[in-house]
């Protein structure tokens, strides 16, 4: 720990539980309401009249922690099938904007179903579903998203054969106009269907996206519990963006959300030559692991159960032997890897946050070579909002980008049309 006394910044928090852990009426009324309401995290392209009737099934029923998660699952299905129908039949007549619209409010539907993580037979069943309406609504945009399959020719026993990721070029890029590259991270519960939010920014600037998922969520191969699988997953992926005739291989830029951020300040160090910079947002690399960080933080300010979604993640299906193993196996620190010389990075986060420790990047910024940093005073994981404008600009610099944060922050937010 990085605070006087050997302790975390937010010591006094640990062994408190927030409010909305006491039910799913809880974490509506006091956490998730409002950024409904905005279309932002986790909500991407959703709408408060979608997801209200849904609310007020899983009110009635009087659902809360520990939940069922197939129960919970379940309660989302009948208002996203409804959507995808309704978005058929938009499609049907030819309405490409509207279809648009009703397949990604139906994706949105799908991810709170399965969210934090598809656990559960129904969960999993909703992100496949969710995947498929997600594309196909995204692929109907201005910048039209494309599913690509990645072969994971560099993969080991325990790994999958394919890395799935969304991926838009700008139609201007060629082998004479080559376009920047901006690898998108997802994180522990946000994954490609819903990070393609960014995607529209960054291609009204001319930048190519590559959003993927990190080992142990989404569709990525790599297998969870082995803590060398991303290095082989990543060095797949940069092996199928080096045969890309229209990216700039010069500037190719990393940005990891949350947990991906752990993964983006493993690649900065074990992939420098491929990146021109790296920014890991509300990342983690050591003490994150913490047993005492670890039995806290199921309470704290993340929606459900943090650890035991982390202990999923990670390949564990038992949470004292997690506990036990995962800081020797994958902190950054005792696997040497922050002592290794790395590309440019950049360590973005709230000082308050209670899912990833600030402590981490403390310790990030006492091993190998410098880093540069920026903590957000008095806000929590990621720094949100604050910490957007801080990112977009040193990326514009980093590219040589003339861009317009306020401009390119506005696509984000999404207000249903439909």
């Keep these: 720990m990085a605070a006087p006394g050997n302790k975390y910044f937010i010591q006094e928090r640990l062994g408190s539980t927030a409010e909305h852990h006491e039910s799913f009426k809880a974490l509506w ?33 009087g ?37 648009s619209e009703l397949y990604l409010r139906a994706s949105a539907v799908y991810r709170i179903s399965r969210f934090p993580a598809p656990r559960s037979a129904k969960q999993r069943e909703a992100w496949t579903k969710g995947k498929a309406v997600a594309i196909k609504g995204l692929g109907m945009q ?28 700008p139609a201007e890029a060629s082998r004479s106009h080559k376009a920047p590259l901006i690898i998108i991270f997802t994180g522990l519960d946000g994954y490609r269907t819903e990070l393609s939010v960014w995607k529209n920014g960054w291609a009204a600037l ?27 997953v990543w060095s797949s992926m940069f092996d199928w963006i080096a045969k890309q005739d229209n990216i700039d291989q010069s500037r190719i830029v990393n940005w990891g ?22 920014v890991a947002l509300g990342g983690g690399v050591h003490h994150m ?51 290794k010389p790395c590309t440019r990075l950049l360590l973005v986060n709230g000082t308050e946050d209670e899912i990833f420790p600030i402590d981490d ?3 990030c910024l006492q091993h190998g070579g410098p880093k540069e940093a920026r903590f957000v005073p008095k806000t ?5 909002p604050q910490s957007f404008p801080i990112i977009l600009k040193w990326i514009f610099e980093l590219l040589d980008i003339q861009g317009d944060v306020g401009k390119f922050l506005s696509t984000l937010p999404f207000k249903p049309k439909y």
């Design 29 to 61: 009324e006091t956490k998730w309401k409002q950024p409904c309401g905005m279309g932002v995290y986790p909500f991407m392209f959703g709408a408060t009249q979608d997801f209200q009737p849904v609310v007020d099934t899983i009110v009635t029923k």
């Design 63 to 99: 659902l809360k922690r520990p939940y069922n998660w197939d129960e919970y699952a379940q309660c989302f299905f009948p208002k996203a099938e409804e959507l995808a129908a309704r978005a058929k039949a938009a499609e049907d007549k030819g309405d490409r904007e509207m279809a």
């Design 142 to 169: 201005k910048y039209p998203t494309v599913e690509i399959e990645i072969p994971h020719i560099r993969g080991a026993a325990g790994d999958g054969p394919i890395l799935p990721g969304y991926y838009h070029v």
């Design 206 to 232: 001319g930048c190519a996206t590559l959003i993927v998922e990190i080992p142990g969520t989404g569709d990525n191969p790599g297998a969870p519990s082995d803590p060398e699988s991303p290095d082989r």
């Design 257 to 278: 959300f949350s947990t991906g951020g752990y993964y983006s300040i493993r690649v900065a160090h074990t992939h420098a030559d491929k990146l021109r910079g790296v």
């Design 289 to 339: 692991f913490d047993p005492e960080w670890l039995d806290a933080v199921d309470d704290l300010e993340y929606p459900f159960d943090l650890a035991h979604t982390l202990c999923h993640k990670f390949g564990y299906t038992d949470f004292d032997r997690f506990k036990k193993e995962a800081q020797d196996k994958f902190s950054l620190l005792n696997t040497s890897i922050l002592d």
């Design 361 to 363: 990047y403390y310790l």
């Design 380 to 384: 929590k994981h990621m720094g949100e």
